[in-house]
T-cell receptor, first 114, second 112 residues
């Protein structure tokens, strides 16, 4: 079965600084990869997804992620963080066979300093 | 178009009781998945339904069950509630499953 590791439980960045959240996955075939964001007490919102093709994926809210097969990574980046980006971020990997078994990482909580 | 709707938003139940949570997917979405989110265990996959059939199930005891109706609406049921069942239960829908889901706001279940 597929699995996801997010090495950083909590990250603090200053507003305006760049951001990179790490994600490593394990899956035997080509994965479907996702980044979701969750604000307190809310559901998850899809930021971006990778299925195939261009390994640099653009998402909403100015986020992008790069798929690196050799490193089994799918790191999320943003060039300039805004205070409203403070939230919890989840990386997920989906199976491409029958049925859904999307597995999530433990999440990275982002704090933005003014 | 309307998003994924989960009802109720909040629920308080007593240990030993049972509970039913409801999820209405986005119109046209045939795949519905359920997740349990807790601070200790994170997001854990419960099960997925597609066209009224359970296609996949996570590692939860048989007290957790679900179903999907012909209009794609889904319910999950938890019987004989335990304190550890307190969690945010998230429903998500997709056109086909496995390719990215739209999540509802969740049902916050508290077992006392």
């Amino acid at each position: 079965a597929q699995s996801v590791t997010q090495p950083d439980i909590h990250i603090t960045v200053s507003e305006g600084a760049s951001l990179e959240l790490r994600c490593n996955y394990s899956y035997g075939a080509t994965p479907y990869l996702f980044w979701y964001v969750q604000s307190p007490g809310q559901g998850l919102q899809l930021l971006l997804k990778y299925f195939s093709g261009d390994t640099l994926v653009q998402g909403i809210k100015g986020f992008e992620a790069e798929f690196k097969r050799s490193q089994s990574s799918f790191n999320l980046r943003k060039p300039s963080v805004h205070w409203s980006d403070a939230a919890e971020y989840f990386c997920a990997v989906g199976a491409i066979d029958v049925g859904n078994d999307m597995r999530f990482g433990a999440g990275t909580r982002l704090t933005v300093k003014p | 178009k309307a998003g994924v709707t989960q009802t109720p938003r909040y629920l308080i139940k007593t240990r030993g009781q049972q509970v039913t949570l409801s999820c209405s997917p986005i119109s046209g979405h045939r795949s519905v998945s359920w997740y349990q989110q807790t601070p200790g265990q994170g997001l854990q996959f419960l099960f997925e339904y597609f066209s009224e059939t359970q296609r996949n199930k996570g590692n939860f005891p048989g007290r957790f069950s679900g179903r999907q109706f012909s209009n794609s609406r889904s319910e999950m049921n938890v019987s004989t509630l335990e304190l550890g069942d307190s969690a945010l239960y998230l429903c998500a829908s997709s056109l086909a499953g496995g390719m990215g889901y739209t999540f509802g706001s969740g049902t916050r279940l508290t077992v006392v």
